[in-house]
Antibody
Framework: QVQLVQSGSEVKKPGSSVKVSCKAS????????ITWVRQAPGQRPEWMGK????????KYAQKFQGRVTLTADKSTDTATMILTSLRFEDTAIYYC?????????WGQGTLVTVSS | DIQMTQSPSSLSASVGDRVTITCRAS??????LAWYQQLPGKAPHLLLY???ELETGVPSRFGGSRSGTDYTLTISSLQPEDFATYYC?????????FGGGTKVEI
């Protein structure tokens, strides 16, 4: 059974960037679509975008267009999300998940705290 | 964007109760709806997709249905491990959107 293992918590200053990684364990990422979702404290999950790894096709939520970049490295079975120009309101848990419509397997989440 | 409105936002129930949670879409999404359970401090966990299809390994006490743009998650007999927050999510069109959640408490 494939698991998604994410990188550790981050504390960032406003205006900086954060990179969160998501590694497939026990299987290959190369046949998946990986979706990124974030969840601010006490809020509903929010879809950020997805990458169809076999085709390298990326789709972003308009809200994050220009600030987020999704990539995937098939050789290391690792997907990556980079969010730039961080604001206080970007403080959230960031999840990667398998699936482009419904998400079947989720990473454990990465807490990103934006603080001055 | 498609708005997903969940009700109630919270409910109190007892072990063995039948629980119903509703999600209304702001426009037609067909059967493109999933339900998730989220325990405190954990990632969401898929329960159902295509409005009523049970994900592998999910207990059969969880069920889903659709009536127009209204979707229902039913737990037929609440178990102690079911006390959690439940979210609906539409995948008919981008951006994918989630409901506001229903917290099921004792």
């Amino acid at each position: 059974q494939v698991q998604l293992v994410q990188s550790g918590s981050e504390v960032k200053k406003p205006g900086s960037s954060v990179k969160v990684s998501c590694k497939a364990s026990g299987g290959s990422l190369s046949s998946f679509t990986i979706t990124w979702v974030r969840q601010a404290p006490g809020q509903r999950p929010e879809w950020m975008g997805k990458i169809t790894v076999p085709l390298d096709i990326v789709k972003y939520a308009q809200k994050f267009q220009g600030r987020v970049t999704l990539t995937a490295d098939k050789s290391t079975d690792t997907a990556t999300m980079i969010l730039t120009s961080l604001r206080f309101e970007d403080t959230a848990i960031y999840y990667c998940a398998r699936g482009g419509d419904w998400m079947t397997i989720w990473g454990q989440g990465t807490l990103v705290t934006v603080s001055s | 964007d498609i708005q997903m409105t969940q009700s109630p936002s919270s409910l109190s129930a007892s072990v063995g109760d039948r629980v119903t949670i509703t999600c209304r879409a702001s426009q037609g999404i067909g059967y493109s709806l999933a339900w998730y359970q989220q325990l405190p401090g954990k990632a969401p966990h898929l329960l159902l997709y295509a409005a009523s299809e049970l994900e592998t390994g999910v207990p059969s006490r969880f069920g889903g249905s659709r009536s127009g743009t209204d979707y229902t998650l039913t737990i037929s007999s609440l178990q102690p491990e079911d006390f959690a927050t439940y979210y609906c999510q539409q995948y008919n069109s981008s951006p994918l959107t989630f409901g506001g959640g229903t917290k099921v408490e004792i």
